[in-house]
C-alpha cells in the first residue's frame, strides 16, 4: 500500500481548454506517483465518467471536480467545486448553458481578431473543441498554428487578456451563485489561484459569506512567499486548504500533473468535509477507493 503520496486537486482535460483525454491525465497522475487527482474542467463535468474509469484497479483515487467562472467586483474569480456529485440535475443544466454561451463569445473573439486583419477558421477550432467547454487558450492554439503568435502566452499577451484586441469577457456566475451551486450538488466551493485577484483577502472574505470552504493555497503560480501569505490567509478565515498543478497541456510554460500536491493531513480534512457535505446536500455517500 505505502503512505499517502500527494493530491493534485486542479487539472485540465480536452473537456474543457485541456488538450488531453482524462485517462492520458491519469497516466501521468500515476507516473508523478500521486495518490489522488481531480479534474477540474471549465464549466464541464462529462469528462469525469472516463477519469473514474481509467483510475480503476490503479488505486488512484479519483475526484469530480468542476471550475466555475464567478465574478467578484472586477475579477474573475476561479470556484473549483471538489467532490461534486456530477450527475446533480441543477448543476448538469447551467454548466450546459455556460458551455454554449462559451461558443457564442468565440465567435464574437474570432470576429474581433479578423477586423484587425487575424483570420481564424471559427469551425475548424470548434472541431477541435467538441462537446467541450470553448475557451481562450483554444483561440491561443489557433493563432499559434496560424502564425499570430509565437507562442501559447504571447497570443494571450498580445491578444487575448482583458484590454486587448481579441478579449471578450465570458458570461459568469456571481460568487455566491457558484458557491451555492457546487455545495447544492454535495461539492466542497474552493477558491482557486488567489495570486489572480486583485484583492484575494476581500475574494476571501466574500466567499466565506456565501459559505465558502477552502482556498488552493498551493497553486503552480504561487512562490513560496504567497503559499505562505495565503495559507495564514486561510488559516484566518478557518478555511480548508487545496493544491493543484491545474495542468493544460505540455509546452505551454507550467509544470505538469503533480507540480503541486496536498499532504495526508489536509487532503484527509477535504475528504471528511466532503463526506459531510454529500449528506447535508441529500447527494450520495462519496464512495472513494481507498488510496
Ligand atoms: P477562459 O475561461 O476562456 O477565459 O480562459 C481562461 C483560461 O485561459 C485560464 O484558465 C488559463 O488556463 C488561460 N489563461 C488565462 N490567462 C492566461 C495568460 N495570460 N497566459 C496563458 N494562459 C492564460
Ligand atoms: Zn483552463
Ligand atoms: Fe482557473
Ligand atoms: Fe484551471
Redesign the pocket.
Known amino acids: 500500500m505505502g503512505g499517502f503520496r500527494g493530491a493534485d486537486l486542479h487539472c485540465?482535460s480536452l473537456f474543457s481548454?485541456g488538450v488531453e483525454r482524462p485517462a492520458d491525465l491519469v497516466k501521468r497522475a500515476l507516473d508523478a506517483g500521486l495518490s489522488a487527482l481531480a479534474l477540474s474542467d471549465?464549466d464541464a463535468v462529462h469528462g469525469l465518467p472516463e477519469l473514474e474509469a481509467a483510475a480503476k484497479g490503479t488505486g488512484l483515487v479519483t475526484v469530480a471536480g468542476a471550475?466555475l467562472?464567478a465574478r467578484c467586483d472586477g475579477d474573475?474569480v476561479?470556484v473549483l467545486g471538489l467532490f461534486i456529485d456530477p450527475g446533480e440535475p441543477e448543476l448538469v443544466a447551467k454548466l450546459a448553458a455556460m458551455r454554449e454561451a462559451?461558443d457564442h463569445?468565440a465567435e464574437a473573439m474570432v470576429v474581433k481578431l479578423a477586423a484587425i486583419g487575424l483570420p481564424l477558421d471559427l469551425s475548424k477550432i470548434r472541431e477541435v473543441v467538441g462537446d467541450g467547454?470553448?475557451?481562450?487558450?483554444?483561440v491561443?492554439r489557433a493563432m499559434v498554428a496560424a502564425g499570430y503568435a509565437k507562442d501559447?502566452?504571447d497570443a494571450?499577451?498580445r491578444f487575448?487578456?482583458r484590454g486587448k484586441p481579441g478579449y471578450v469577457p465570458?458570461p459568469k456566475w456571481t460568487l455566491p451563485e457558484a458557491i451555492s451551486a457546487v455545495r447544492r450538488a454535495g461539492g466542497l466551493a474552493v477558491v482557486a489561484h488567489p495570486v489572480w485577484y486583485t484583492d484575494p483577502e476581500k475574494v476571501v472574505a466574500q466567499g466565506c459569506e456565501a459559505g465558502l470552504d477552502g482556498l488552493e493555497t498551493l497553486h503552480v503560480d504561487h512562490n513560496s512567499a504567497k503559499e505562505g501569505e495565503f495559507t495564514r490567509l486561510a488559516a484566518r478565515f478557518r478555511l480548508l486548504v487545496s493544491a493543484g498543478s491545474?495542468f493544460?497541456a505540455p509546452g505551454?510554460?507550467r509544470p505538469g500533473v503533480g507540480a503541486r500536491r496536498l499532504p495526508e493531513e489536509p487532503w484527509n480534512l477535504l475528504v471528511a468535509a466532503a463526506a459531510k457535505r454529500r449528506e447535508e446536500a441529500g447527494r450520495p455517500p462519496l464512495g472513494l477507493s481507498p488510496a
Do not use: Q, Y
Not at 467547454?133 to 483554444?138: L, M
Open positions: 485540465h481548454d471549465h471550475e467562472s474573475d476561479h462559451r463569445r467547454a470553448f475557451g481562450r487558450p483554444h491561443a501559447f502566452g494571450f499577451d487575448l487578456t465570458k491545474d493544460h505551454e510554460g
